[in-house]
């Protein structure tokens, strides 16, 4: 299995709800990552798990609260978010920093918020 | 800070010409990675190719090929006899040679390719 996969594909929410973004793999990577991509922008790193533990976290604000269960699986809880909140998440993982390989990204979860 | 730019913002091509995308980066490490990553309507990021800094050989992967200028500080991408399903955004990434925590990347703005039949 060389995928990561991205649960749901689109997310409508209004600001008062409470959601969650999944992400699980099989590839045996012990890091995962949590990007946000606005429109015609370069993704943007928001937290990494090495380990399952929280390694970065890019000053991202509370209303976004990841969750790494284990080896396999990332959540990023969502909760009281703003409309400029809405934009493309996307999940990915690695092997860890001292290998040569790249990320492998999910396909995203389209993030609406109303 | 490492930085990656990319000076095109939108370029095309004809269906089974050639096209250089270019990219040039900032750093003041020796030993890093270099990727191309391409970014279709379907929104998944797929990795094209990768190059290792240290390595002076140019990478190639079918019809992609790069011409990383280490000194320059330029890691172009070439595709030939392009095709439709490469109308994509494709986005250059430099990545340090070792993290302590994962792997950190830096993306550049991104150029918007387009196919023409």
């Known amino acids: 299995d060389t995928e990561v996969t991205q649960t749901p594909k689109h997310l409508v929410m209004g600001m008062t709800n409470k959601k969650s973004l999944k992400c699980e793999q099989h590839?045996?990577?012990?890091?995962m990552y949590w990007y946000k991509q606005k429109a015609k922008k370069p993704p943007e790193l928001m937290f990494v798990y090495s380990y399952e533990k929280l390694s970065i976290n890019e000053s991202v604000p509370s209303r976004f609260s990841p969750e790494c269960p284990n080896s396999s699986l990332l959540n990023l809880h969502l909760h009281a978010l703003q409309p400029e909140d809405s934009a493309l998440y996307l999940c990915a993982s690695s092997q860890m920093g001292g290998q040569a390989g790249g990320y492998t990204f999910g396909s995203g979860t389209r993030l609406t918020v109303v | 800070a490492q930085t990656v730019t990319q000076s095109q913002p939108e370029m095309s091509v004809q269906e089974a010409e050639t096209v250089t995308l270019s990219c040039t980066y900032d750093t003041s490490e020796s030993d890093y990675y270099l990727f191309w990553y391409k970014q279709p309507p379907s929104r998944q990021m797929i990795l094209v190719i990768r190059?290792?800094?240290?390595?002076?050989q140019n990478a190639t992967e079918n019809r992609f090929s790069v011409n990383f200028q280490k000194a320059a500080k330029s890691f172009s991408l070439k595709i030939s006899d392009s095709q439709l399903g490469d109308a994509a955004m494709y986005f250059c990434?430099?990545?340090?040679?070792?993290?302590?925590?994962?792997?950190?990347?830096?993306f550049g703005p991104g150029t918007r390719l387009s196919v023409l039949p």
């Open positions: 590839m045996g990577h012990r890091a």
């Open positions: 990434a430099y990545r340090r040679f070792l993290d302590n925590y994962g792997q950190n990347f830096v």
């Open positions: 190059q290792e800094a240290y390595k002076q």
